[in-house]
């Protein structure tokens, strides 16, 4: 079945740090780009970032441009999330999205994870 | 570039038809437009990319169209899985992509 599951949200204190993972089946995870795209509770959607297929381009959004670091281990269908100095209004559901080819920067997303919760708060 | 959804909540019935708009701050290629339906509790899924190509298994009721700064999504006859909520995204200015506020179709 192709999919996309998140993991290592949680429940963290502002300042902290957290990693996030999508670990990809079903399709050849190392021929397509990869973003995460955020929710917070009862808004709507937001990129977050985004890494080509062969780690060539990695672009972030500015609101987390230097707090957060998106990697991938085409070896092991992973995709990961790396999260500092995480603040309240990072407080949302994280979503991995596979993009559209040709991808040397995002585009539009076919295939979704289910979410990986992540809250901020002391 | 900003896009904009309107109305934020249609309230319509099973059977009738939704027209769902995006507007953009700046012109945007067709080819730069999509469209999302998320269900409560569940992640995005594409409905519509390049303003009016159905991504694969999406139903021939929804279309999409326009150009330059409008665009719209029309469910020709709601079905009752049909009520959710609907984000226009456009990536012209990517890497700065950007998604509307989205517009809820609700059960009247």
């Known amino acids: 079945e192709v999919q996309l599951v998140e993991s290592g949200g949680g429940l963290v204190k502002p300042g902290g740090s957290l990693r996030l993972s999508c670990t990809a089946s079903?399709?050849?995870?190392?021929?397509?780009?990869m973003n995460w795209v955020r929710q917070a509770p009862g808004k709507g959607l937001e990129w977050v970032s985004f890494i080509s297929s062969s780690n060539t381009y990695i672009y972030h959004a500015d609101s987390v441009r230097g707090r957060f670091s998106i990697s991938r281990d085409n070896a092991k269908n992973s995709l990961y999330l790396q999260m500092h100095s995480l603040r309240a209004d990072d407080t949302a559901i994280y979503y991995c999205a596979r993009d559209t080819p040709p991808t040397g920067a995002p585009r539009y997303f076919d295939l979704w994870g289910r979410g990986t919760l992540v809250t901020v708060s002391s | 570039i900003v896009l904009t959804q309107s109305p934020g909540t249609l309230s319509l019935s099973p059977g009738e038809r939704a027209t769902l708009s995006c507007r953009a701050s700046?012109?945007?290629?067709?080819?730069?437009l999509a469209w999302y339906q998320q269900k409560p509790g569940q992640a995005p899924r594409l409905l519509i990319y390049?303003?009016?190509s159905r991504a694969t298994g999406v139903p021939d009721r929804f279309s999409g169209s326009g150009s330059g700064t409008d665009f719209t999504l029309t469910i020709s006859r709601l079905e009752p899985e049909d009520f959710a909520v609907y984000y226009c995204?456009?990536?012209?200015?990517?890497?700065?992509?950007?998604f509307g506020g989205g517009t809820k179709v609700e059960i009247k």
């Open positions: 995204q456009q990536f012209v200015s990517s890497p700065a992509l950007s």
């Open positions: 390049g303003a009016s």
């Open positions: 079903g399709f050849t995870f190392s021929s397509y780009s």
């Open positions: 700046q012109s945007v290629s067709s080819s730069f």
